[in-house]
């Protein structure tokens, strides 16, 4: 089965093809990814009015793009997949509205995929091995969750963010220290030169039981000292490097916990900031210390793309699972309600 997928939750328009009858990555038949970053930078964030109208301009001519670096024809596809939720919902109706009209186009079955279940499943791309039981932490801009995973499509939260997610924490702590859009990469470029140690903050949640999160006393803990040091290059790079050590050691605490709860020693992790260097550091020394194994996403494929929308849409696809003509988007949506893929039927 061939699938296209479309991604539209927020500022990066994604589209790919998946190939079902090949295993793994070699299944990912073409892709291609357009960042709004240069044009929400003027603004310090994303613009919703200006993403949504930026996917309008850029996903028809990304689909006639990757369908013939795929070497297909329209007419070739099986099945088209898209995120439906969590977004921004002009975003997402973009998406939809052009998987749905496709598919009705070319009757074939379409698939609303959740942007989350999209992300746990990247890591499945390039290890198609992997085999739940697992423990999934899913750490972007928009969330930050850690998720025991029974099957595909079911799914039990074992925590969760209580305010900032640790992308959306990057991003500020950047923003506050004058760093630019998108201040996440940034702040973490930053922290390469600072010294280990100079700067110490709390690693918040982490002196009590349960498996919450919680970034915004860390984010206010960063603005303090930035405001009485004196501001230079050094004392940014330090401070960065603090930062950064506190949400690691934070993210990777919270992580074993999980694992210990959850009775496995198997960890995926996905999202945007699952691209962060010393977040793959730290999580592969504890995997080895545990005798366990933790598997990332390809950088690329860490941030939004077409391929994980693809890939997901395409094991619910092959299942029997379709969604009907209704162009329906979620901009809220709790990944615990999904049907696993086993069961079959309709979303």
């Not at 110490?200 to 860390?218: C, E, I, K, V, Y």
Request: hydrophobic share 45%; glycine share 12%; with cysteine.
């Amino acid at each position: 089965m061939k699938v296209l997928g479309i991604e539209t939750s927020c500022d990066e328009t994604g589209v790919a093809v998946y190939d079902t009858a090949h295993p793994g990555a070699d299944g990912l038949r073409a892709q291609a990814l357009y960042s709004q970053v240069a044009l929400h930078a003027e603004y310090g964030g994303v613009v919703p009015e200006l993403a949504s109208r930026d996917h309008v301009r850029k996903l028809l001519p990304l689909i006639r793009q990757t369908l013939a670096e795929a070497d297909l024809a329209v007419g070739d596809l099986d099945g088209v997949a898209y995120t439906a939720g969590p977004g921004l919902v002009g975003a997402l109706l973009v998406g939809a509205g052009v998987a749905r009209s496709l598919a009705w186009a070319l009757d074939k079955p379409a698939i609303a995929v959740h942007h989350m279940e999209g992300h746990l499943l990247a890591p499945l791309l390039e290890a198609p091995d992997l085999i739940p039981p697992f423990v999934a932490l899913l750490v972007s801009g928009g969330h930050t969750q850690l998720v025991a995973v029974d099957a595909i499509g079911a799914y039990r939260l074992l925590g969760e963010t209580l305010d900032d997610a640790a992308g959306e924490a990057f991003d500020k702590t950047a923003k506050l220290m004058g760093l630019p859009y998108p201040g996440g990469p940034q702040l973490a470029k930053a922290a390469e030169t600072g010294t280990p140690g100079a700067r110490r903050f709390s690693r918040p949640m982490t002196d009590r039981p349960g498996l919450d999160f919680s970034f915004s006393g860390l984010k206010t803990q960063v603005l303090l000292a930035w405001q009485g040091s004196d501001r230079s290059e050094q004392t940014r790079a330090d401070i960065a490097r603090g930062f950064e050590d506190a949400v690691v050691d934070t993210l990777a605490i919270k992580c074993e916990r999980a694992l210990d709860a959850a009775g496995c020693d198997t960890l995926i992790v996905a999202g945007g900031v699952g691209a962060n260097q010393r977040l793959r550091e730290k999580l592969h020394q504890m995997a080895v210390r545990r005798g366990g194994r933790v598997c990332f996403p390809r950088p690329a494929l860490c941030t939004d793309n077409g391929a994980m929308i693809a890939f997901a849409g395409a094991l619910r696809l092959t299942a029997g699972q379709h969604t009907d003509a209704a162009i329906d988007v979620m901009p809220r949506w709790d990944m615990a309600n999904l049907p696993p893929v086993a069961a079959g039927g309709t979303p």
